[in-house]
């Protein structure tokens, strides 16, 4: 049974989702459609990149993710679909594919109108649903268009370091606003090589001196930075929505300085 997930920024309020959904049961009738989410902010590629980030890994091999976020199809954005960590991922060519990579996918394929795949304006149906439907009957990824795997980079997310200092930026906040970084603790590793530091988030109001386990390691209402199930180091007010708090938001800075 092929697995196809939605990743959009429709909300649930309008036709979209239910029309894909309905073009891929009559397709594929066998297939389980699951919603990741319905809810990114429009237009907001960066944030539906980090969502199937955090989500593709926990799916089976073979599974296929359609991405229907800034899908408007153009010279600079045109429809691909990837193959990359033994799954599938079909949308626009925004700036969302090359982050949500950590390297070269095996295959990038831009999708071009051959097996019933049409330009339209709903180019999520006629497109990205088309494509997933072909995919799950059993079409090879490199029966839908012309390979550009060669010519393919992907974007490095890398904070800027040197050998005392990380300096990074706000990638992500959740429903708690709780504010995920590009810092992982792998890099946090190297760099800190064990030293004493201090992390200033936004401004020097904001300061930690250690990284915790658990949220439980602090008294409510205190600050706390803990390195989540992505590795990536998130700062949290426990029991409080900090970045409402700090006012922080995607563009506010990180910085860990080592001692």
């Given at each position: 049974m092929p697995i196809i997930t939605?990743?959009?920024?429709?909300?649930?309020?309008?036709?979209?989702?239910?029309a894909i959904k309905?073009?891929?049961?009559?397709?594929?009738?066998?297939?389980?459609?699951?919603?990741?989410t319905h809810k990114i902010e429009g237009f907001k590629s960066a944030h539906s990149a980090f969502i199937l980030r955090g989500t593709y890994p926990h799916f089976p091999a073979g599974t296929i993710h359609l991405l229907c976020t800034n899908s408007e199809v153009t010279p600079d954005n045109y429809p691909m679909c990837f193959f990359?960590?033994?799954?599938?991922?079909?949308?626009?060519?925004?700036?969302?594919?090359?982050?949500?990579?950590?390297e070269k996918p095996d295959k990038a394929i831009v999708l071009n109108n051959v097996n019933g795949l049409t330009q339209s304006s709903f180019p999520e149906l006629t497109i990205f649903a088309q494509a997933s439907c072909l995919l799950a009957n059993g079409m090879s990824i490199d029966e839908l268009g012309i390979d550009i795997t060669d010519e393919y980079t992907v974007l490095s997310l890398q904070p800027s370091t040197d050998q005392d200092t990380i300096s990074g930026k706000v990638v992500y906040i959740d429903s708690y606003k709780n504010v995920i970084t590009d810092i992982s603790r792998d890099l946090f590793r190297t760099i800190g090589n064990k030293r004493?530091?201090?992390?200033?988030?936004?401004?020097?109001?904001?300061?930690?001196?250690?990284?915790?386990?658990?949220?439980?390691?602090v008294k409510a209402g205190e600050l706390l930075a803990i390195f989540n199930s992505l590795g990536l180091l998130e700062i949290a007010m426990r029991n409080a929505r900090f970045a409402e708090h700090a006012n922080i938001d995607g563009n506010s800075s990180v910085l860990v300085k080592f001692k």
């Open positions: 939605l990743t959009t920024d429709w909300q649930s309020d309008d036709f979209y989702v239910g309905g073009h891929i049961y009559t397709q594929c009738p066998n297939a389980n459609i699951v919603d990741i990359y960590k033994g799954q599938y991922f079909i949308g626009a060519d925004s700036r969302a594919f090359r982050v949500l990579f950590d004493k530091f201090e992390i200033v988030i936004k401004s020097e109001m904001y300061k930690i001196e250690k990284i915790s386990k658990n949220y439980s390691d």
